[in-house]
């Protein structure tokens, strides 16, 4: 059995979960989210304050979609209650970000022309300085990609540090060849 499928899922205030056939909708105050399950393997009911996922056998497969459909319903609650966010910095001389509205970011970092990014419905950006980029939304998934493929459009090159790079992250540098060769 997933140990981490045996936790409920505690719904705070303000949150409604609803379980219909094979999917499960939650609503909240930063949006609405719906997910499919496989009803083979687990099964999904709201207990008052709580969701609970329940394996439907012992098996390697059934104990795997009982944790993983558990961590997406609480992905769904937590970010429909609170919401999800990622935070980029750029690094370069000249390299600027810009937001276009709450669903559009342009880049301009080194290329002759300018990179433009559309937000899908749900996940907002934010450019509070020309080289940070806040990407927020309910959808964890939607929000973690986004990001990604922003950071792939320049990302971050080892010897001067230059591109795109998550707020957390850290860039492991590379001497030169001036630095290496003594």
Known sequence: MSLIG???????SGVTVQ?????VKVKGPKGELTQSFE?????????????????KAETRAHSARHG????????????????FERQLEINGVGYTAKAGGPSKLTL?????????????????????????????????????????????????????GKGIKYAEEQIRRKAGKAVAGK
């Open 108 to 160: 301009n970092i080194g290329f002759c022309h300018p990179v433009e990014f559309e937000m899908p419905k749900g996940v907002t950006v934010e450019t509070p300085s020309n080289t940070r980029i806040i990407i927020k939304g309910a959808d964890k998934q939607a929000v973690g990609q986004i990001a990604a493929n922003i950071r792939r459009v320049r990302p971050p090159e080892p010897y001067k």
């Open 68 to 83: 993983l459909y558990r961590s997406l319903i609480s992905n769904m609650v937590e970010g429909c209650a609170k919401g």
């Open 19 to 23: 379980v219909e056939g094979d999917q």
């Open 6 to 12: 045996k936790k409920p899922v505690a719904i705070p």
């Open 39 to 55: 009803p083979y393997y687990v099964a999904v009911e709201v207990d008052g304050t709580d969701v609970k996922v329940t394996a």
